[in-house]
């Protein structure tokens, strides 16, 4: 089998590149607002409001009063299940494709990459990170308890996507600025730091990797064992020791597939089908 | 079936922004709660807003607009500077601008306007905490001239001094100076009594049968940490009437 030059996926930055303006633009659009200007075509919508995981807290309540947490609206609600939808069918498409705080992370570990070359992201003994990376639900567990016990959004306090979209704003706390602080230093040793060890929503988003519609299948047949495709995935994800990706980490970025890294035609796709 | 990177990215953006634009369509897209209080269904108020369920998210502009007060008259009352644009400031800054004064108890928040609004309008409104209002405030509604003996004692009792300017807007004449709040004790509520600050848990320590609670709510009751005045809120009730009729439950319960 001929091995081709490997290429780059160009679409995925470019999407992430657009949901971050987006996302920006709306929360610098929500502050004009409550000053009383604002762009007028744009949505002022505040971040909570176009939060999927804002759904995800808020069932609870939902279902058992009818009512949402406080600063949940029905738009978390449908973005959550827009994002299930995407999620069964694709695995967590929404982490590797949308969510403005991977994409920062990524951006910053740019630099890492730069600054430590091979040992990025191979700073955490495998024995640490394999027990780390179980550390999510256990923030899941809690954030979803916490808010069914108060009926309170109590996540926002200590959420770096909130902090990195409203810094300036008086609302963020001060463990979130910490938080977000903490994850972008981390991030130039580790590639998404906050996505493997303690996003809630990528915690959830994560479980449809083990029956989503699409999923990872390398060929083996045709594989000729170099490795690039685990080397380069971003969740460290042994891609080259498997025949189907079921891992609950996997983001679907697609960067470990034949179109992108894999030098083999056909070895790596992104498919249905695959026991 | 291959799915190639180009595909995926079509579909997502599809599905998001397809999602987005159906909901919309069909008028589920919400991002925000509608800036109208509920109004009175009984008494002598019925038809009117209920100051209880102004948000800390209104600005003085939405309330300016929805109780008929003029936009000076509120940003005098709450010292508001000058460069400050009123009609777009929000209740929940209040907050922000007299930090200090939370931490020495006496707080002015969104609790101070839905107090203000009630008595310079003469609505119902049941005190359920320590409402503290600023000193201008105070001389505006004094100088309204309908507060009864009982409210002129509270709002004289809870009056804050600023340290602003207290010019009083014209056409309002001015008042003696209100006394500063004495000692400034934290508040503790008093067992058997319904708060703000009471949470459903409270409610079934002090003896109320979670069938009566939900009955009153006229639904099911959420988790026992919750506090009943966000439930009865985002319910779209005003608190006052829940918080009286729970007041009545438990009382009835004690006999």
Request: aromatic share 10%; hydrophobic share 45%.
């Given at each position: 089998?001929?091995?081709?030059?490997?290429?780059?996926?160009?679409?995925?930055?470019?999407?992430?590149?657009?949901?971050?303006?987006?996302?920006?633009?709306?929360?610098?659009?929500?502050?004009?607002?409550?000053?009383?200007?604002?762009?007028?075509?744009?949505?002022?919508?505040?971040?909570?409001?176009?939060?999927?995981?804002?759904?995800?807290?808020?069932?609870?309540?939902?279902?058992?009063?009818?009512t949402?947490?406080?600063?949940?609206?029905?738009?978390?609600?449908?973005?959550?299940?827009?994002?299930?939808?995407?999620?069964?069918?694709?695995?967590?498409?929404?982490?590797g494709?949308?969510?403005?705080?991977?994409?920062?992370?990524?951006?910053?570990?740019?630099?890492?990459?730069?600054?430590?070359?091979?040992?990025?992201?191979?700073?955490?003994?495998?024995?640490?990170?394999?027990?780390?990376?179980?550390?999510?639900?256990?923030?899941?567990?809690?954030?979803?308890?916490?808010?069914?016990?108060?009926?309170?959004?109590?996540?926002?306090?200590?959420?770096?996507?909130?902090?990195?979209?409203?810094?300036?704003?008086?609302?963020?706390?001060?463990?979130?600025?910490?938080?977000?602080?903490?994850?972008l230093?981390?991030?130039?040793?580790?590639?998404?730091?906050?996505?493997?060890?303690?996003?809630?929503?990528?915690?959830?988003?994560?479980?449809?990797?083990?029956?989503?519609?699409?999923k990872?299948r390398?060929?083996e047949?045709?594989?000729?064992?170099?490795?690039?495709?685990?080397?380069?995935?971003p969740?460290?994800?042994?891609?080259?020791?498997?025949?189907?990706?079921?891992?609950?980490?996997?983001?679907s970025?697609?960067?470990?597939?034949?179109?992108?890294?894999?030098?083999?035609?056909?070895?790596?796709?992104?498919?249905?089908?695959?026991? | 079936?291959?799915?190639?990177?180009?595909?995926?990215?079509?579909?997502?953006?599809?599905?998001?922004?397809g999602?987005?634009?159906?909901?919309?369509?069909?008028?589920?897209?919400?991002?925000?709660?509608a800036?109208?209080?509920?109004?009175?269904?009984?008494?002598?108020?019925?038809?009117?807003?209920?100051?209880?369920?102004?948000?800390?998210?209104?600005?003085?502009?939405?309330?300016?607009?929805?109780?008929?007060?003029?936009?000076?008259?509120?940003?005098?009352?709450?010292?508001?500077?000058?460069?400050v644009?009123?009609?777009?400031?929000?209740?929940?800054?209040l907050?922000?601008?007299?930090?200090?004064?939370?931490?020495?108890?006496?707080?002015?928040?969104?609790?101070?306007?839905?107090?203000?609004?009630a008595?310079?309008?003469g609505?119902?409104?049941?005190?359920?905490?320590?409402?503290?209002?600023?000193?201008?405030?105070?001389?505006?509604?004094?100088?309204?001239?309908?507060?009864?003996?009982?409210?002129?004692?509270?709002?004289?009792a809870?009056?804050v001094?600023?340290?602003?300017?207290?010019?009083?807007?014209?056409?309002?004449?001015?008042?003696?100076?209100?006394?500063?709040?004495?000692?400034?004790?934290?508040?503790?509520?008093e067992?058997?009594?319904?708060?703000?600050?009471?949470?459903?848990?409270?409610?079934?320590?002090?003896?109320?049968?979670?069938?009566?609670?939900?009955?009153?709510?006229?639904?099911?009751?959420?988790?026992?940490?919750?506090?009943?005045?966000?439930?009865?809120?985002?319910?779209?009730?005003?608190?006052?009437?829940?918080?009286?009729?729970?007041?009545?439950?438990?009382?009835?319960?004690?006999?």
């Amino acid at each position: 089998m001929k091995a081709k030059k490997h290429n780059k996926i160009w679409l995925r930055p470019a999407i992430q590149l657009f949901f971050f303006a987006l996302i920006a633009l709306i929360a610098i659009n929500h502050t004009l607002a409550e000053e009383g200007g604002g762009i007028a075509f744009l949505s002022s919508a505040s971040l909570h409001a176009l939060c999927p995981f804002g759904g995800v807290v808020t069932i609870y309540q939902y279902a058992t009063t009818g009512t949402f947490v406080q600063k949940i609206h029905e738009s978390s609600f449908i973005l959550m299940i827009l994002g299930f939808i995407l999620a069964v069918l694709f695995g967590p498409v929404f982490c590797g494709w949308v969510c403005p705080l991977g994409t920062v992370q990524e951006w910053t570990s740019k630099l890492g990459k730069k600054l430590f070359k091979r040992r990025f992201n191979r700073f955490v003994p495998r024995k640490v990170d394999a027990v780390l990376r179980y550390l999510r639900y256990g923030v899941l567990a809690w954030v979803l308890y916490m808010t069914a016990v108060t009926g309170r959004l109590i996540f926002a306090d200590v959420d770096p996507y909130f902090a990195l979209f409203n810094f300036w704003s008086s609302e963020v706390a001060v463990a979130g600025l910490v938080v977000l602080g903490v994850t972008l230093v981390g991030s130039l040793f580790v590639e998404r730091p906050w996505c493997k060890y303690t996003c809630p929503y990528g915690a959830v988003l994560g479980v449809t990797n083990l029956f989503r519609v699409f999923k990872i299948r390398r060929n083996e047949p045709t594989c000729i064992a170099c490795d690039k495709c685990s080397n380069r995935c971003p969740m460290n994800i042994p891609v080259s020791q498997q025949l189907v990706v079921r891992d609950h980490q996997c983001i679907s970025c697609l960067e470990c597939t034949s179109e992108a890294i894999c030098p083999v035609p056909a070895t790596v796709d992104f498919v249905t089908g695959g026991k | 079936m291959k799915l190639k990177s180009n595909l995926l990215g079509a579909i997502v953006l599809t599905v998001l922004f397809g999602g987005i634009a159906l909901t919309t369509a069909l008028n589920l897209w919400t991002t925000e709660t509608a800036k109208v209080p509920v109004k009175f269904e009984t008494g002598e108020a019925a038809g009117e807003y209920n100051p209880d369920d102004i948000r800390g998210s209104y600005a003085f502009g939405d309330i300016s607009e929805l109780f008929d007060i003029p936009l000076e008259y509120l940003a005098t009352a709450f010292g508001l500077p000058a460069d400050v644009d009123a009609a777009a400031f929000q209740n929940k800054e209040l907050e922000e601008i007299y930090g200090a004064l939370e931490e020495a108890g006496t707080e002015i928040g969104n609790s101070s306007v839905k107090l203000f609004v009630a008595l310079y309008k003469g609505l119902p409104y049941e005190i359920d905490d320590e409402i503290y209002l600023p000193a201008p405030a105070v001389k505006i509604l004094k100088a309204q001239g309908s507060l009864s003996a009982e409210q002129i004692a509270y709002v004289d009792a809870h009056s804050v001094d600023l340290g602003l300017a207290e010019a009083a807007p014209a056409g309002v004449e001015q008042a003696e100076a209100a006394p500063q709040p004495a000692a400034t004790e934290e508040h503790v509520p008093e067992a058997g009594q319904v708060t703000g600050q009471t949470t459903f848990g409270d409610l079934l320590a002090w003896g109320l049968a979670q069938e009566t609670i939900e009955e009153i709510l006229g639904g099911p009751m959420p988790a026992s940490g919750t506090l009943v005045k966000d439930h009865v809120s985002s319910l779209g009730k005003p608190f006052s009437e829940a918080r009286t009729q729970l007041q009545a439950a438990l009382d009835a319960a004690a006999k």
